[in-house]
């Protein structure tokens, strides 16, 4: 079907190349309008924090930059979606809407709105696969049903990506001859500052668009990946692609970064890189698990993927849980973690393990505060993925850890950061205790007076004890969950 001129709504698909939405509507179309929606209500939402929405903002710079320099722009509108965008079309006569769907519920009855409001006006609505590899219901059992475990799900992955690979997509050599002309896109909003809906800008959030996030990929793949199974664990060291809030704001595209890391996987000249390569993949996998997860089981949003934990008598204190948000529990790596996040908007991947534990088993308070303190806070805050960790180290999610599987922050501390580099950077009242000192700065006295630290002055003492937090989680959790704990499994490493 020939379409005279079609408009390309964007959402968290802020890049020209890889992009299904676009590539579809250049090739039904002869020209094409690229679109973003600012809402108001979202940007000033509890949770929508300053760190993303520098970042999408950023992307929709450089995404404004890189069609002009095409000869077009990006239109930008503020206000409802349907009103906005019809509006557009109307007036830009574009009688058909592309679009790259999404897994989160909300965004799925937005879409749905849109959708609805352009059918009713006789347009026609094309949405497209494209945050993921494979769709939900594309990956199942032999029987139909969807994977609630993990490692099978990855291996049906694997065993259909081998016989239906996804390559990238390449949307961006098509937009040259089909994009609209600037001159004949009429008005379109400049983007506005942060401040305007009530975020501050920091130098320390990261930033970036659709080339900085091909820079990161090219980096990660020539310098990092090799390495990446080893080190991938350890805070102080820049052992990650660093690529997920990127992916979040889909400056780069999920199946640019599975092909980069086959060829590498391809291309690699030892055991320790080839299993670095399948490392990140599997970790890939991991989005696309969660993300199916919240395509087959919505209500997760809400509530636990395992509906017994509905029963776990979760404490209810504000002052463990601020000292938590604060980086203030008296346990160095978990602090110098939740300051990194609230600094930042940036944590590594073993720290929100560690803390998510920490609140959930040491502390016994409810994930969903955890998760909703994250989704504000983070650069690369996705729904699922985060609700996933989440449920994961609450040990009330598909495929989660046992519910005895308790991390120890000391233990975690020196398996991980074993010189305190880590916590020196972000803790920096305890930079002067020696190594042996910093992971439990309680248990040397002798240090903290040599260094002039008074514990409950410089630094917090510790909000509660571990040995007497477990044993509390496992008479809360083991009613509930109807297991008894097979092994100790106290200092999880």
């Known amino acids: 079907m020939s379409i005279d001129r079609a408009l390309v709504w964007l959402r968290r698909d802020l890049r020209l190349d890889d992009n299904t939405a676009l590539a579809q509507a250049c090739t039904a179309s002869k020209e094409v309008v690229i679109a973003f929606v600012l809402d108001p209500n979202e940007l000033r939402a509890t949770t929508t924090g300053a760190p993303i929405v520098q970042l999408f903002f950023d992307a929709l710079s450089g995404l404004r930059s890189r069609l002009r320099?095409?000869?077009?722009?990006?239109?930008?509108?503020?206000?409802?979606?349907?009103?906005?965008?019809?509006?557009?079309?109307?007036?830009?006569?574009?009688?058909?809407?592309?679009?790259?769907?999404?897994?989160?519920?909300?965004?799925?009855?937005?879409?749905?709105?849109?959708?609805?409001?352009?059918?009713?006006?006789?347009?026609?609505?094309?949405?497209?696969?494209?945050?993921?590899?494979?769709?939900?219901?594309?990956?199942?059992?032999?029987?139909?049903?969807?994977?609630?475990?993990?490692?099978?799900?990855?291996?049906?992955?694997?065993?259909?990506?081998?016989?239906?690979?996804?390559?990238?997509?390449?949307?961006?050599?098509?937009?040259?001859?089909?994009?609209?002309?600037?001159?004949?896109?009429?008005?379109?909003?400049?983007?506005?500052?942060?401040?305007?809906?009530?975020?501050?800008?920091?130098?320390?959030?990261?930033?970036?668009?659709?080339?900085?996030?091909?820079?990161?990929?090219?980096?990660?793949?020539?310098?990092?990946?090799?390495?990446?199974?080893e080190q991938r664990n350890y805070p102080a060291i820049a052992g990650t692609s660093r690529l997920s809030p990127h992916l979040r704001a889909?400056?780069?595209?999920?199946?640019?970064?599975?092909?980069?890391?086959?060829?590498?996987?391809?291309?690699?000249?030892?055991?320790?890189?080839?299993?670095?390569?399948?490392?990140?993949?599997?970790?890939?996998?991991?989005?696309?698990?969660?993300?199916?997860?919240?395509?087959?089981?919505?209500?997760?949003?809400?509530?636990?993927?395992?509906?017994?934990?509905?029963?776990?008598?979760?404490?209810?204190?504000?002052?463990?849980?601020?000292a938590w948000c604060q980086g203030r529990t008296g346990y160095p790596l978990v602090d110098a973690a939740m300051r990194e996040l609230t600094s930042t908007g940036w944590m590594h991947n073993r720290l929100r393990m560690v803390v998510a534990a920490f609140l959930t088993k040491d502390l016994l308070i409810d994930y969903r505060r955890g998760e909703a303190f994250f989704l504000h806070w983070l650069i690369d805050g996705d729904l699922a993925a985060n609700n996933g960790g989440w449920q994961w180290s609450a040990s009330t999610g598909t495929d989660a850890a046992p519910y005895f599987r308790i991390f120890n922050?000391?233990?975690?501390?020196?398996?991980?950061?074993?010189?305190?580099?880590?916590?020196?950077?972000?803790?920096?009242?305890?930079?002067?205790?020696?190594?042996?000192?910093i992971h439990a700065p309680r248990d040397h006295p002798d240090a903290l007076a040599a260094v002039g630290i008074t514990l409950g002055r410089e630094y917090p003492l510790p909000i509660v004890d571990h040995a007497a937090a477990r044993a509390r989680a496992l008479a809360a959790y083991a009613p509930v969950l109807k297991k008894s704990p097979s092994r100790d499994l106290t200092d999880v490493a």
């Open 69 to 229: 320099e095409l000869g077009s722009d990006l239109i930008l509108l503020e206000g409802a979606h349907e009103t906005e965008l019809l509006s557009l079309a109307t007036r830009l006569s574009c009688h058909t809407l592309f679009f790259n769907r999404d897994t989160d519920p909300r965004a799925q009855e937005r879409d749905q709105r849109v959708s609805k409001a352009f059918i009713a006006r006789g347009y026609r609505v094309v949405s497209s696969h494209d945050l993921t590899v494979f769709a939900a219901d594309e990956i199942r059992q032999n029987d139909g049903k969807a994977y609630a475990v993990f490692t099978p799900y990855k291996r049906r992955w694997l065993a259909r990506f081998e016989e239906d690979a996804r390559l990238p997509v390449a949307s961006r050599h098509l937009l040259p001859r089909r994009l609209l002309p600037r001159a004949h896109l009429g008005e379109t909003l400049p983007l506005p500052p942060m401040e305007q809906y009530g975020h501050l800008r920091s130098t320390r959030y990261e930033s970036g668009d659709e080339s900085v996030a091909t820079s990161l990929l090219t980096q990660f793949v020539d310098e990092t990946i090799a390495s990446y199974s």
């Open 250 to 322: 889909g400056t780069i595209g999920i199946r640019t970064c599975v092909e980069a890391a086959r060829q590498a996987q391809d291309g690699a000249r030892s055991d320790e890189a080839r299993k670095g390569c399948e490392t990140w993949i599997s970790e890939l996998i991991w989005r696309e698990f969660y993300h199916a997860i919240l395509i087959e089981e919505p209500r997760i949003v809400h509530e636990a993927f395992d509906r017994r934990a509905a029963a776990l008598p979760w404490r209810e204190s504000e002052t463990d849980f601020t």
């Open 409 to 437: 922050p000391v233990t975690q501390s020196r398996t991980f950061d074993p010189q305190g580099t880590y916590i020196r950077r972000y803790v920096p009242e305890l930079a002067a205790l020696p190594d042996t000192a």
